[in-house]
C-alpha cells in the first residue's frame, strides 16, 4: 500500500530523515517508534506532501506521489491525523467531522454511515457532537481527530502520536480503537514515543533513531530484543 524508499527530509542545513525505507501493506498495522526530534513527524509529514522530499521514493497504491498536493493524496484514500489533532476549536464536533468528508462527498451524499460508524467507536462524540471542539478534554480531542481520519474514507490512515499529552488509561483505550479499526481492512501508520501501547497493536514496527532505521520487525520480536531498548533511545 505505501512503500518507501532511500527517503530524505532537509531543513535547510538540518537532515530530518537520511535513507529511510519503509513499507506498509494492505491492511496492516506498522508503528514506527522513536524518541523526540527522532524524524517521525518529517515522515508522516513527507508521505501525506506536507513536507518536501530530498530525496528517495514514496509510492501509494503502485503510484509515485513525491511532489503531489496533500489534498490528491488525502483524495486518492490516505489520512493523516497530525501531532497536536489539528481540530476546529470554534466548530461543533460534529462540523469537524462533517468537514473531513469534503474529499470524496458530492452534492447530496449521506453521511449518516460514516458518522454512524465513528460514534460506534466513540460514543463520547455522540454525545458531544453538537458542542464546540475547544470544550472537549484532551481524550476526546484525540478520539475527534482519529474520527475525522476515518470521515474521509481512506485506505490507509496516518497517525502521528496519538498517545501524547494523555493520561495512560486514556492512551490505552485509544489503542484500543486502534486496534478494532485495524481489524476492518484499514491500513495503519502510526508514529509513537509510547513503545509500549504501540507494540500491543500493531503488526510490524521500525525503529527509527536520529533519523534511520535501526530496527525493524515483526513486533513480537521487536518487543522481546534486549536490543530495542537502546536502539529506540539512540546513542
Ligand atoms: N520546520 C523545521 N525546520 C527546521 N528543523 C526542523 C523542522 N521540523 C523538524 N525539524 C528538525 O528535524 C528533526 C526531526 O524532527 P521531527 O519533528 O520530525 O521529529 P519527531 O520524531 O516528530 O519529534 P517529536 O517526538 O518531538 O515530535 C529534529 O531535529 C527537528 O529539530
Ligand atoms: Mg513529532
Known amino acids: 500500500m505505501i512503500q518507501v524508499k532511500g527517503l530524505e527530509v532537509r531543513y535547510g542545513a538540518v537532515t530530518a530523515l537520511q535513507d529511510v525505507s519503509l513499507q506498509v501493506d494492505e491492511g496492516e498495522c506498522v508503528a514506527v517508534l522513536g524518541a523526540n526530534g527522532a524524524?517521525?513527524?518529517?515522515?508522516?509529514?513527507?508521505?501525506?506532501?506536507?513536507?518536501?522530499?530530498?530525496?528517495?521514493?514514496?509510492r501509494f497504491k503502485d503510484e509515485s506521489i513525491v511532489g503531489q498536493r496533500p489534498e490528491n493524496i488525502v483524495r486518492s484514500g490516505m489520512s493523516h491525523v497530525p501531532e497536536g489533532r489539528g481540530i476546529l476549536g470554534q466548530l461543533t464536533v460534529r462540523e469537524n467531522l462533517e468537514l473531513a468528508t469534503a474529499?470524496?462527498?458530492?452534492?447530496?451524499?449521506?453521511?449518516?454511515?460514516?458518522?454512524?460508524?465513528?460514534?460506534?467507536?466513540?460514543?463520547?462524540?455522540?454525545?458531544?457532537?453538537?458542542?464546540?471542539?475547544?470544550?472537549?478534554?484532551?481524550?476526546?480531542?484525540?478520539?475527534?481527530?482519529?474520527?475525522?481520519?476515518?470521515?474521509?474514507?481512506?485506505?490507509?490512515?496516518?497517525?502521528?502520536?496519538?498517545?501524547?499529552?494523555?493520561?495512560?488509561?486514556?492512551?490505552?483505550?485509544?489503542?484500543?480503537?486502534?486496534?478494532?479499526?485495524?481489524?476492518?481492512?484499514?491500513?495503519?501508520?502510526?508514529?509513537?514515543?509510547?513503545?509500549?501501547?504501540?507494540?500491543?497493536?500493531?503488526?510490524?514496527?521500525?525503529v527509527l533513531s536520529q533519523g534511520n532505521v535501526v530496527m525493524e520487525g515483526?513486533?513480537?520480536?521487536?518487543r522481546d530484543d534486549p536490543k530495542m531498548a537502546e536502539a529506540y533511545f539512540g546513542v
Do not use: C
Request: aromatic share 4%; charged share 25%.
Open 103 to 206: 474529499p470524496w462527498r458530492r452534492r447530496g451524499d449521506s453521511i449518516d454511515e460514516d458518522l454512524e460508524r465513528v460514534h460506534s467507536l466513540f460514543p463520547k462524540l455522540a454525545e458531544r457532537r453538537d458542542q464546540r471542539a475547544i470544550s472537549l478534554s484532551g481524550g476526546e480531542a484525540q478520539m475527534l481527530a482519529i474520527g475525522r481520519g476515518l470521515m474521509a474514507r481512506p485506505r490507509v490512515m496516518l497517525l502521528d502520536e496519538p498517545s501524547l499529552g494523555l493520561a495512560p488509561v486514556i492512551v490505552t483505550r485509544v489503542f484500543d480503537v486502534l486496534e478494532e479499526v485495524a481489524a476492518q481492512q484499514l491500513a495503519l501508520l502510526i508514529v509513537e514515543q509510547n513503545a509500549k501501547q504501540a507494540l500491543r497493536v500493531a503488526d510490524r514496527v521500525y
Open 218 to 222: 515483526p513486533a513480537a520480536e521487536v
Open 39 to 58: 524524524g517521525k513527524t518529517s515522515l508522516l509529514r513527507a508521505i501525506s506532501g506536507f513536507a518536501p522530499t530530498a530525496a528517495g521514493e514514496i
